[in-house]
T-cell receptor
Framework: GQQLNQSPQSMFIQEGEDVSMNCTSS?????WLWYKQEPGEGPVLLIA?????ELTSNGRLTAQFGITRKDSFLNISASIPSDVGIYFC??????????FGTGTRLQVTL | DAMVIQNPRYQVTQFGKPVTLSCSQT?????MYWYQQKSSQAPKLLFH???????NEADTPDNFQSRRPNTSFCFLDIRSPGLGDAAMYLC???????????FGPGTRLTVT
């Protein structure tokens, strides 16, 4: 089945640093989604990408849909403590369901 | 604000005692999903409704059932909860399966 490989698995950074994480797939997708999940809460949609090569920003967040349609990255600039959480990539793919990446756990120290 | 609401946020039930979790949405989306999530793993889809059409995942245990009486509400019924069913249960909606999903805050289920 389809698999999304997400890296890194975890990151420990200092406040103010920039963050970059990515997802790769063995299959071609039509949609890439990036979610953030905080402890005890549901995932919150950050950015949705629908076109190969698309670059989209949401405040300090920037994500791109890879030109090969098999990868995507998410960048966070000037990290702050409230950026802490688990970031999941996901794709809608086929069969009417999301396939999630394995998640990147982000910790921000002061 | 349009949103996905889940009640209760925390639910404690006894081993084998039926429990129902609820989800409502004000987004008027056609599709509603139920996911199970355990300890920092990615959410795992249990089933979804596309309008009134129910779609069960092949590996969802028979112990889990769902009802969607109208567009706005969807329920997850666990007929005989086991200790292994303790998890976060997430409801999500989308206007179409090809589009992004919006999640509720989740219900944390504890089985004693």
């Amino acid at each position: 089945g389809q698999q999304l490989n997400q890296s890194p698995q975890s990151m420990f950074i200092q406040e103010g640093e920039d963050v970059s994480m990515n997802c790769t797939s063995s299959s071609i997708f039509n949609t890439w989604l990036w979610y953030k999940q905080e402890p005890g809460e549901g995932p919150v949609l950050l950015i949705a990408l629908y076109k190969a090569g698309e670059l989209t920003s949401n405040g300090r967040l920037t994500a791109q849909f890879g030109i090969t349609r098999k990868d995507s990255f998410l960048n966070i600039s000037a990290s702050i403590p409230s950026d802490v959480g688990i970031y999941f990539c996901a794709e809608t793919g086929t069969a009417s369901k999301l396939t999630f990446g394995t998640g990147t756990r982000l910790q921000v120290t002061l | 604000d349009a949103m996905v609401i889940q009640n209760p946020r925390y639910q404690v039930t006894q081993f084998g005692k039926p429990v129902t979790l609820s989800c409502s949405q004000t987004l008027n989306h056609n599709v509603m999903y139920w996911y199970q999530q355990k300890s920092s793993q990615a959410p795992k889809l249990l089933f979804h409704y596309y309008d009134k059409d129910f779609n069960n995942e092949a590996d969802t245990p028979d112990n889990f059932q769902s009802r969607r009486p109208n567009t706005s509400f969807c329920f997850l019924d666990i007929r005989s909860p086991g200790l292994g069913d303790a998890a976060m249960y997430l409801c999500a909606t989308s206007r179409d399966p090809a589009y992004e999903q919006y999640f509720g805050p989740g219900t944390r289920l504890t089985v004693t």
